[in-house]
């Protein structure tokens, strides 16, 4: 009989083994990385009976023909990571399903539609200041403005997508015809803890948070930390303070609002300089746009006042945008009756993180089965998930597919 938590589990730890060097997985989009998560997955891909194919956004899709013209059932995630983060968020998705896909096979079962599984290069937005390329393209609103963007070392998403041997220039062609798909499937760990205090492996979730995302850039004017007078300094780094107080203010008492400033940068960061500008991201979350977006608004009021009081320049912008995402009712049903059928209460959860199910929202029906995380906790080295709820996991997967 076999153990296919344990086999998710074997394959997720060779996984998380694409990595960069230090704590936990840093694994991210059109690196020697992704290269490396590319081949194993290719291979298992195939060693599964898959056809497998790389599209020029970077995904790769293993798929599993049903009869001519039957229709696609779409699963999958995203196989990039955080920085040093865990060996579950995106990838999971990725392995859950193509395992279910290989145990239907070993039962011999054939389905009555075709079944893909896609890794998407880049959900998490870390690298480039955008997300989501790889489902975007598929659900056919890529805009490709984006393919501009840089990342820290000034690489454009253009040529590190170009250096990886793909082109950018097709992704607009990748659009899937809406007729010809059956729904979209993500399974992905729950990264925060109701499953565990619910004592549930498997819940099925019912909406996914909108985001926004905000680049703040304050500019004063550096000198001698021990000669300039502290009268009439313009230190950017005491205006970003009280910057980053209001985000959390925001966060703390808004109901239904997440604030955070996640990134600082300092320039020019001596120890006896005064700081002369400071570069801050602002990220909201929310169940409800409208909460979001008047979040935003406040936060770029409150920093123009700021900046005028402390004689500092400002520049405030909106960099990223999504909205919330209900996910399908009558998908969700049956992914629920799934989990039931293999045990489960039937649980159902919004999702305070975003991901690839809300892109592809735009093109077909969409649901999110979520897998029990240990303490809740994710984008950290710590993040898990046990082998017993990976097989779960895949045996709802099973079930739903048969269903
Ligand atoms: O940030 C998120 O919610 C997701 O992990 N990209
Ligand atoms: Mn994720
Ligand atoms: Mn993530």
């Known amino acids: 009989m076999t153990d296919w938590g344990k086999r998710a589990e074997a394959l997720l730890a060779d996984l998380a083994a694409c990595s960069e060097p230090g704590p936990g997985v840093t694994r991210l989009p059109f690196t020697p990385q992704h290269r490396a998560a590319l081949d194993l997955l290719e291979a298992r891909m195939r ?11 970077g995904t790769l899709i293993g798929r599993r023909a049903g009869p001519p013209g039957a229709p696609t059932l779409l699963m999958g995630s995203h196989q990039d990571s955080v920085r040093q983060g865990g060996a579950f968020d995106g990838i999971m998705g990725v392995v859950l399903p193509l395992l279910a896909l290989e145990k239907l096979a070993e039962e011999g079962i054939e389905l009555p539609f075709s ?15 955008t997300a989501l390329v790889g489902s975007r393209a598929l659900a056919g609103t890529f805009d490709p403005e984006v393919l501009s963007m840089l990342d820290a070392q000034g690489i454009s998403l253009r040529m590190a997508m170009s250096e990886f041997g793909l082109d950018p220039d097709r992704i607009t062609t990748l659009a899937r015809d809406p007729a010809a798909m059956l729904g979209f499937v993500e399974t992905h760990i729950e990264q925060g803890p109701v499953l565990e205090a619910e004592d549930q492996a498997l819940g099925v979730v019912t909406a996914i948070c909108g985001i926004e995302r905000h680049q703040i850039v304050l500019t004063g004017e550096t000198g001698h930390a021990g000669t300039l007078p502290m009268e009439g300094r313009r230190d950017a780094l005491v205006g970003t303070a009280a910057l980053v107080t209001e985000v959390a203010r925001l966060g703390e008492t808004t109901p239904g609002l997440r604030a955070t400033v996640g990134a600082l940068t300092v320039e020019p960061n ?11 991201s602002a990220e909201f979350r929310s169940p409800d746009d409208d909460t979001r977006r008047r979040a935003g608004e406040a936060l770029h009021r409150f920093a123009r006042d700021l900046a005028a009081g402390r004689n500092l320049r400002v520049e405030a912008e909106l ?54 995380c240990r303490d809740g906790v994710s984008h950290k080295p710590e993040e898990y998930a046990s082998a017993s709820d990976l097989g779960r996991a895949i045996d709802a997967l099973a079930a739903f597919l048969t269903a």
């Open 115 to 129: 079944v893909e599984v896609l890794a998407f290069a880049d959900e998490e937005g870390v690298r480039f200041p």
């Open 319 to 372: 960099t990223y945008a999504q909205a919330a995402q209900p996910c399908d009712s009558a998908l969700g049903a049956r992914l629920a009756a799934a989990t039931q059928a293999v045990g489960m209460r039937g649980l159902s959860l919004p999702s305070g993180a975003t991901h690839d199910a809300s892109a592809m929202a735009d093109l077909c029906p969409m649901a999110m089965l979520f897998v029990r």
């Open 47 to 57: 060693a599964a009976g898959l056809a497998v194919t790389l599209d020029d956004a």
């Open 270 to 280: 001596v120890v006896n300089a005064v700081p002369r500008r400071v570069r801050m």
